[in-house]
């Protein structure tokens, strides 16, 4: 699953390829949208929120209101910029939306959420999420204070909880327990300074935007880049303990901790 980084690239793309474009046809293929039609309407931007992407689409001046185009990309989902009459890359049957602006046309394949709010109602789909790590509002002050809101609680699920900071996936979430020492099923309430971390998250998110993998060890090159995600029985890089896997939370993401560097508390 693409993490707040890579959700904040697809934006930009997306942004930098749409906006300012006239659509000449829409084509919403969800249930809910197949009579949508936002055709004459302008794209004026995409941004990211966490992992949510925000296309706002203004109507008005053909009649229309002003929407927000909601997508999400899930596990499989991503967005793709043609020219016209281009062969897609990826299936047409996989396609959720089409945006034709006559120059451009924007495809989203195999996203996970595609819906249309006003742009007024937009809170209704974003309004839980925590402080955005590539937000233009990042508060580093709010976001330790809803990560530190329920002490109790496992620290590698109140990590990806999005309604505590928004944009961190599986792989930031070991990566950031493993670089402050903490084991991911130890309640949040061990974190010494929780600050740190958020700041540490930040940090990690800030620096990755614009590369085509994460990377949290600063070398870049394939298999080095991650300290210990997805390496289960693998050696720990820094006292050679095998990584231990489990998973976590309801939705049993995978997580990876060393037992040595990350002893339980
Ligand atoms: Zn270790």
Redesign the pocket.
């Known amino acids: 699953m693409p993490e707040g980084d890579a959700v904040w690239r697809t934006a930009r793309r997306l942004h930098q390829g749409l906006s300012g474009r006239t659509l000449v046809r829409t084509d919403f293929r969800v249930p809910a949208l197949a009579t949508a039609d936002l055709s004459g309407g302008t794209i004026t931007e995409t941004v990211s929120r966490g992992k949510h992407l925000l296309t706002h689409i203004d109507a008005r001046a053909v009649g229309g209101e002003s929407w927000t185009l909601h997508t999400h990309l899930k596990m499989e989902g991503s967005w793709r910029i043609y020219a016209p009459g281009e062969r897609w890359g990826k299936a047409g049957h996989t396609a959720r939306v089409v945006l034709d602006t006559g120059e451009k046309v924007g495809v989203g394949f195999q996203l996970g959420i595609v819906e249309l709010v006003l742009r007024e109602h937009e809170d209704q789909v974003v309004g839980h999420l925590g402080p955005d790590l590539l937000g233009p509002d990042w508060d580093e002050h709010e976001a330790v204070r809803r990560l530190t809101s329920d002490p109790e609680r496992p620290l590698g699920e109140a990590l990806l909880d999005q309604r505590n900071l928004a944009g961190i996936g599986t792989i930031y979430r070991t990566e950031l327990c493993?670089l402050t020492g903490y084991d991911p099923r130890s309640p949040v309430s061990v974190v010494a300074d929780p600050l740190r971390m958020v700041r540490l998250a930040h940090t990690l998110l800030f620096q990755n935007r614009h590369l085509p993998q994460i990377a949290t060890t600063g070398d870049k090159r394939r298999g080095r880049s991650l300290w210990?995600y997805g390496k289960r029985n693998e050696?720990?890089?820094?006292?050679?303990?095998p990584?231990a896997y489990g998973e976590l939370g309801e939705q049993a993401r995978s997580a990876y901790w060393?037992?040595?560097?990350?002893p339980p508390r």
Request: glycine share 6%; aromatic share 6%.
């Open positions: 493993f210990i050696r720990c890089p820094r006292c050679g303990t990584i060393c037992p040595s560097c990350q």
